[in-house]
């Protein structure tokens, strides 16, 4: 299977996975740290064709929310991509897996905001899939603290990294997670569907 996606040996990748239902200034405030701190080469945005936590009824089509990714992204180290309907995986652990397979010379990084962090149990295969990549979770209004003392937090607490090693990530195999630090977004895409906003760029 051909893939739309152009790497070399050695990259640094970051994925964040999601509905992007629609994608925020939250999503793109995540990367651009993610690329500054754990020192990236690129990042992709896994536009989810259903995730399976979420309720379909109010989904957007999948190329409305992958032109919605593709404009709030503009950065050109952000990639939007709609691999995981290409490759026909529905849950996270079997994407990062058949990324990791077509990949082999990547360093990949699954990267989370805090909130997920905490709903990281409920995920299928979610042990399995702590154990495959290494982690990055980046602060959430009034969901920080709680990700911290999260199930899937203390259970892994061996493997945390202090936030100033952060760039040391990349190349650790799993189990490996780290906190990051840094300015904070509270917007939410059911916040957006809720309501009309005027959209900002994030400039890092």
């Not at 739309?4 to 999601?18: C, E, I, R, Y």
């Not at 405030?29 to 536009?47: C, E, F, G, I």
């Not at 892994?156 to 977004?185: K, V």
Request: proline share 9%; charged share 20%.
């Amino acid at each position: 299977m051909t893939l739309p996606l152009a790497t070399s040996p050695g990259l640094k990748v970051g994925l964040l996975g999601g509905s992007f239902n629609p994608a925020h200034e939250g999503h793109r405030l995540v990367s651009l740290m993610a690329l500054r701190q754990l020192q990236l080469d690129q990042v992709w945005w896994l536009v989810s064709p259903q995730n399976p936590l979420k309720s379909a009824s109010d989904m957007a089509p999948l190329e409305t929310r992958m032109q919605s990714a593709t404009a709030c992204a503009a950065h050109p180290r952000i990639f939007v991509t709609d691999v995981e309907t290409r490759l026909g995986t529905r849950f996270t652990v079997d994407t990062v897996k058949a990324l990791r397979d077509r990949y082999r010379d990547v360093h990949f990084v699954w990267l989370m905001g805090a909130d997920n962090m905490i709903q990281l149990p409920h995920w299928a295969k979610w042990r399995e899939l702590v154990n495959t990549v290494p982690m990055a979770i980046y602060p959430r209004p009034g969901f920080t603290l709680k990700a911290r003392l999260s199930l899937a937090a203390t259970t892994y607490r061996s493997s945390w990294l202090d936030p100033s090693d952060a760039a040391l990530i990349p190349r650790l195999a799993a189990p490996a997670l780290c906190f990051l630090e840094g300015p904070q977004n509270p917007i939410s895409a059911t916040q957006l569907r809720e309501g009309p906003q005027t959209p900002s760029i994030t400039k890092l």
